[in-house]
């Protein structure tokens, strides 16, 4: 069964962690969102890529969701004596992931290229596949005016009433090689439990991206990364509001809602049955919370089961 997941960073880190244990790895492609990707002292940071290969390569900080485990902080430590900004918290390990992107891509590889790289180098056997190789940013407007996406989420630890959410470089962004393809030749495309505005949005945002979502005659699945009206984690609730849908698993199917077959709900929200089916999708319930790779795994299962019947 050939799956093709929607990624960005730590829910769907969980999640993929989970379908590696049901589905062939060969048989799985992971388009993650570039929307987060930043230049942090003078390096390429590509923050959702690195976590979804580093969960793929056994190398992610499983507690704290992202960077590499058994890190350490000392190169941060430096900067930040020097003077330089030192809020992004680059781990040493994982400088020199930066390092070796940001060198390949002066030389003239595009992003998907030296993603292959990576992977092929950390023996990753899931086909990783950033969503475009065009420059793609997502920006934060606030009351002082716009930052970046790391500025809000880090930085400002997603504190701040956000006025609108955009993604620069969209409008003429063209999906990496084998976006379209993965997409169109899937049995199952799984949006991952990822934030629906700044994770899944800025991929739904290149054009051909949605599209192809449209049209693909695989069905279509999202697990919800919100729970009655909070998000596990993270702004998603907020971000969600601030764009009119629902702050509950109801407002995940009408984000998704002219493409999506099936959405994963928690079973405590079985009283939304009929409002996720209004939003077209319909429902299934079951427990959405990954707290270990044994859950993951049955929510993996779960989800490609729920597209079967
Ligand atoms: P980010 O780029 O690191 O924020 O990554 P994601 O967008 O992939 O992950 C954040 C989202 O994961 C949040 O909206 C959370 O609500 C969701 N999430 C975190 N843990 C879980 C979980 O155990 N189950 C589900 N269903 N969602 C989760």
Known sequence: MRVTVLAGGTGAAKFVRGLVRVVPASEI??????GDDLEWWGLHVSPDIDT???????????????????????????????GEPAWFSV??????????????LRAGEPLSSVTVELCR??????????????????IVTMDDGDVGFQEFFVRRRHQGAVHAVRFEGAASAKPAPGVIDSIA???AVVIAPS??????????????????LGAT??????????????????????????RGLRTSAVGVAEAYRPFLDVLLADSSDHALASEIEAAGA?????????????QAERLARETLDAIAR
């Not at 695989?218 to 919800?224: E, M």
Request: aromatic share 6%; net charge neutral.
């Open 52 to 82: 979804i290969c580093y969960e793929l390569a056994g190398l992610l900080d499983v507690e704290r969701g992202w960077g590499r485990r058994e890190e350490t902080f000392r190169c941060r430590d430096a900067m930040g004596a020097l």
């Open 29 to 34: 492609t992971v388009i993650v969102n570039t």
């Open 121 to 138: 180098r950390w023996n990753i056997a899931p086909r990783v596949l950033p969503a475009t190789d065009d420059r793609l940013r997502t």
């Open 282 to 294: 319909k429902p299934c319930f079951t427990d959405i919370r990954m707290r270990d790779a044994a």
């Open 217 to 242: 005659p695989g069905r279509v699945v999202a697990i919800s990364p919100i729970i009655g009206t909070a998000a596990f984690s993270g702004p998603a609730d907020r971000l969600m509001a601030m």
């Open 195 to 212: 934030n629906p505005v700044t994770s899944v949005g800025p991929i739904l945002a290149v054009s051909d991206i949605g599209a192809a």
């Open 91 to 104: 781990g040493d390990l994982d400088l020199s992931t930066h390092l070796f992107r940001t060198g390949q």
């Open 185 to 187: 030749s899937a049995d």
